[in-house]
């Protein structure tokens, strides 16, 4: 009888520790996702372009001036805490090309350019935020 108890209690810890660990094991790997999953951008939005300025320097958008060869792709991140958009085109007359639509905090958005070309574009939100992508 004691030695059935102390096997049920073994098994039982051996249950626990099994449940316990892969939780832990769980955990671990959702922060490597999440880390995995921080976006490097190659434009970015900086902090307080959504105030009139940031045209005197030309850093609206940084850089304002972005080559990649064909075929390549261009990935914008908000790092401000307002709202922008990438949106081709300027602001009396966009493109219709891209528009990311009202990025969030953090939030990014990609294109692809397959054609060689120069690829202005601005802000919905904030008409002094202009950028510029050439293809080569
Ligand atoms: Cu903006």
Redesign the pocket.
Known sequence: MLKKLTALGVIGIIILVTISLSFSNHSIEENIEETDLTVQGDVI?STK??RPGCEKNDNCYTPSLFVIGKGNYVTWVNEDS????VTSGFYDAPTNLFDSGHLDPFESYTVTFDETGTYDYF?T??PW?KGKIIVE
């Open positions: 939005m372009v959504s307002a709202f922008h958009s802000c939100l904030h935020m």
